[in-house]
């Protein structure tokens, strides 16, 4: 994406947020111009010429029960934590996790998007439900680079852990019962059965338990340090919207399962 492309595409794209006539808390922007990829479905794409996505429709409800007029714009992922330090947007709703390295430099709110880990199985076996104790003398397939194999590794003793180049190598030996199991990302396994291949050979066996820290921390708003007036206002929208059920019901239009 050229450079000119890339500001081009900085341009308002879509307007969040409820009638001018209600006025932005005291010390806020207005209007919020909040930052997403793009290209990341079903987080955040374009359709139609806009952003659109779980995310974006998300910040869509974030302002409005936070009465803030927002501003959605589109920024390729490689400088988006630049172009906010630099204040060319206010916040970042890209699928973005709140790093160390990351959290360094800007300031995050607490996550709005946990997408658990999941194991799959052949269809024609009788495995037990996974469990560190059942787990114990299983081969379980997993990328190389993900935080699964230090789950499992500390986590799951006993287990034999096969590492792969992908989460798509793993399947392929599971398929082919070279491994028992395989645990990743839900939502990429929830990709792989949804495919034939997928439908016809294997199933979800299970989930790994909410809250395991060594899976990371989910997804969540990154702002500007000591912009804490704004990160306060999307917390408190973020639980209005949890509380009520209209969170789910923006999750629901793009992932089938819990990601609270």
Known sequence: MSRLLSRLLLLSLLAAGPALAEPAPSGLPSPVRIATEGGHPPFNYVEDGKPAGLEVELAQALCAEARLACTIVLHQWDGII?????????????A???????????????????????????RDTSLPNPSPATLRGRRIGVAAH????????????????????????????????????????????????????GEACCRLAGDVAAGEPLLGEGVAIGLRKGDGALREAFERALAALVADGRYDRIRAKFIPFDTK
């Not at 906010?84 to 206010?90: C, S």
């Not at 360094?104 to 194991?119: C, D, E, G, Q, S």
């Not at 096969?162 to 798509?168: G, I, N, Q, Y």
Request: glycine share 6%.
């Open 82 to 94: 630049k172009g906010l330090e630099a204040g060319e947007y206010d916040a970042i709703m890209a």
């Open 96 to 122: 973005m996790a709140p790093t160390p390295k990351r959290a360094a430099r800007i300031a995050f709110t607490k996550p709005y998007l946990r997408i658990p880990f999941a194991y799959v199985a052949r």
């Open 146 to 197: 993900g935080p699964q194999v230090a789950y499992l590794e500390q986590r799951v003793p006993g287990a034999e852990i096969r590492t792969f180049d992908s989460l798509a190598d793993a399947t392929l030996d599971l398929r082919a019962g070279r491994v028992d199991f395989v645990l990743g990302d839900k939502l990429d396994l929830a990709t792989f059965l949804s495919r034939p291949e």
